[in-house]
């Protein structure tokens, strides 16, 4: 039985903010997340939540994973980005060049997301987080398809996407090679089993599918600590 995607997860140094932040880019509701942490519930087909998680660590280097926002006309995009302005977003240059149409933004603590120009074939039919892209082999790409039990909508030179049979984002990949070592990033996929499911064969079956466990008493049950086939860490919750 495949798992369900529960939630996308930030470390935040502050939370609360950062919370207060993508409520006012997404238009979601805000409210108190399992544990410490913040959770934004979706008001739309997203099917899973983003969560806020604190840490004292800062930000290093370039997330591997960052939303990709839609528009559905150049003013909609100028309006998602001085929304995002006022709201303590800042432009920020990751090479992506003069002509490009996307604009790059970072949120008040760094993390990167793109605001993509209209007119974008890919996510014409994706809401306004179009998709969830990331760094990755095409071998996560079919991990995470089998995983979640999201068919793949994309497979080509490398590059996969999967998505919901419920609609909401994409997630991507596109196709970089695989880490050595288990990396515990700013985001983080929160994932559990179905109704009726268990953790522990849960964490066994994605064994078998390709992933590692990272740290087996972490959580004290609540969850396990698990990295996927590129090295890249994920949480298997109770529920």
């Given at each position: 039985m495949a798992a369900q995607l529960v939630a996308l997860c930030f470390d935040a140094n502050d939370p609360v903010g950062l919370a207060r932040f993508w409520a006012g880019?997404?238009?979601?509701?805000?409210?108190?997340?399992?544990?410490?942490?913040?959770?934004?519930l979706p008001s739309d087909?997203?099917?899973?939540?983003?969560?806020?998680?604190?840490?004292?660590?800062?930000k290093i280097g370039k997330n591997h994973m960052h939303f990709d926002l839609t528009s559905t006309s150049l003013g909609d995009q100028q309006q998602t980005v001085a929304r995002s302005l006022a709201l303590g977003a800042r432009h920020i240059d990751?090479?992506?060049?003069?002509?490009?149409t996307h604009v790059v933004l970072a949120d008040p603590e760094g993390n990167e997301f793109c605001v993509i120009e209209p007119g974008n074939q890919f996510l014409a039919d994706c809401g306004f987080?179009?998709?969830?892209?990331?760094?990755?082999?095409?071998?996560?790409?079919?991990?995470?398809?089998?995983?979640l039990g999201w068919p793949l909508v994309w497979d080509q030179d490398q590059?996969?996407?999967?998505?919901?049979?419920h609609g909401g984002p994409k997630i991507t990949w596109g196709g970089e090679e695989p880490t050595s070592t288990a990396r515990k990033d700013r985001l983080h996929f929160d994932i559990a089993p179905r109704l009726g499911g268990d953790q522990q064969a849960?964490?066994?079956?994605?064994?078998?599918?390709?992933?590692?466990?990272?740290d087996a008493g972490h959580g004290a049950g609540e969850w396990?600590?698990?990295?996927?086939?590129?090295?890249?860490?994920?949480?298997v919750l109770t529920r």
């Amino acid at each position: 039985m495949a798992a369900q995607l529960v939630a996308l997860c930030f470390d935040a140094n502050d939370p609360v903010g950062l919370a207060r932040f993508w409520a006012g880019v997404f238009d979601w509701q805000l409210t108190a997340g399992p544990g410490e942490a913040v959770a934004l519930l979706p008001s739309d087909d997203t099917g899973f939540q983003v969560r806020f998680l604190p840490t004292n660590q800062p930000k290093i280097g370039k997330n591997h994973m960052h939303f990709d926002l839609t528009s559905t006309s150049l003013g909609d995009q100028q309006q998602t980005v001085a929304r995002s302005l006022a709201l303590g977003a800042r432009h920020i240059d990751i090479g992506q060049g003069p002509d490009a149409t996307h604009v790059v933004l970072a949120d008040p603590e760094g993390n990167e997301f793109c605001v993509i120009e209209p007119g974008n074939q890919f996510l014409a039919d994706c809401g306004f987080i179009g998709a969830i892209a990331c760094d990755g082999s095409q071998a996560v790409g079919y991990f995470w398809s089998e995983a979640l039990g999201w068919p793949l909508v994309w497979d080509q030179d490398q590059e996969t996407a999967i998505r919901s049979p419920h609609g909401g984002p994409k997630i991507t990949w596109g196709g970089e090679e695989p880490t050595s070592t288990a990396r515990k990033d700013r985001l983080h996929f929160d994932i559990a089993p179905r109704l009726g499911g268990d953790q522990q064969a849960e964490v066994k079956r994605l064994v078998r599918l390709g992933a590692s466990r990272v740290d087996a008493g972490h959580g004290a049950g609540e969850w396990v600590v698990m990295a996927d086939p590129d090295g890249r860490q994920f949480r298997v919750l109770t529920r």
